[in-house]
């Protein structure tokens, strides 16, 4: 069992990050391990982890953070705020003020971008011990066509567009049943500027420069089924540029594998922590 809490942490005036905390019910035996912090997607919220989390937190004390603009998390009223490089400060700004020592980052998607540029450089307060990247986005830049690019500016514009985005391409199991009711709130709640930042230049922001430091060991979990991130993309831009790091496949699931294969994420996350 274990118990769950919030925290609002301030990084600026204008940013506060929201923090879901999970603790095993008898802490003292999660003390020497590490703490499991999660980032979403674009489009999400800790929320986004919700489904995975239960077969973790038994043992180990979970973070997951709504980033800048999302969720429960508050950011500025400006359209360049919103970098992956803003977001990595902020995700470490948030550890730090969590006096977490030891962690694992776990990233899906942008969050796996944001989670690579981490892993890149020196963190200061704290020791990074392993990376896990879900559906990850490269740290490497993505252009779009510009058709592509004006489709995503619009997908969360209205709960309509936002849902069949879920059911049809973020998903693959999720086609004839109902998404849990988060997935969509989460979608629609995000501010102006967090929801054109991915589309409009975080998708492009080349964050690759010191892919070659990271020094801690590295899971990659790519989906059968992503059509946002497809295995091809994933294995030669992500696992095959990360030395060392193992490349894994989540049969039948699409890009939001949190979703479709809750329990084998977790599965493998809690493999990984015993190997770490």
């Not at 008898?26 to 982890?49: C, D, M, Y």
């Not at 998404?179 to 492009?204: C, H, Q, T």
Request: proline share 6%.
């Amino acid at each position: 069992m274990s118990t769950s809490s919030t925290q609002q942490i301030k990084l600026e005036p204008n940013v506060n990050i929201n923090a879901v905390i999970t603790q095993p019910h008898n802490p003292s035996h999660s003390q020497e391990k590490p703490t499991i912090v999660f980032l979403h997607f674009w489009g999400g919220s800790a929320r986004t982890w919700s489904l995975v989390t239960p077969y973790i937190s038994s043992t180990y004390q979970t973070v997951a953070l709504d980033f800048r603009g999302w969720g429960e998390s508050t950011g500025p009223s400006s359209a360049t705020a919103y970098s992956i490089t803003a977001l990595a400060s902020d995700v470490e700004a948030s550890i730090r003020a969590l006096e977490l020592t030891k962690i694992i980052l776990v990233g899906l998607s942008m969050g796996a971008k944001v989670a690579q540029l981490i892993a890149s450089r020196s963190c200061s307060g704290f020791e990074l011990l392993g990376l896990v990247l879900v559906s990850p986005a490269p740290a490497t830049p993505l252009r779009l066509p510009p058709d592509m690019r004006e489709q995503q500016l619009h997908a969360y514009a209205t709960r309509d567009s936002a849902a069949f985005v879920a059911k049809k391409v973020l998903t693959a199991t999720f086609q004839d049943t109902e998404l849990p009711a988060f997935v969509v709130d989460d979608m629609i709640k995000g501010n102006k500027w967090a929801r054109e930042s991915w589309p409009g230049y975080a998708m492009r922001e080349d964050v690759s420069e010191n892919l070659g430091k990271i020094a801690v060991p590295v899971l990659v979990l790519a989906a059968e089924k992503d059509v946002i991130e497809p295995i091809d993309r994933v294995k030669k831009e992500v696992s095959e540029r990360i030395a060392g790091a193992q490349l894994r496949i989540l049969p039948g699931s699409g890009h939001l594998s949190p979703l479709d294969a809750a329990e084998a994420v977790a599965e493998h996350i809690v493999q990984f922590l015993h190997e770490v």
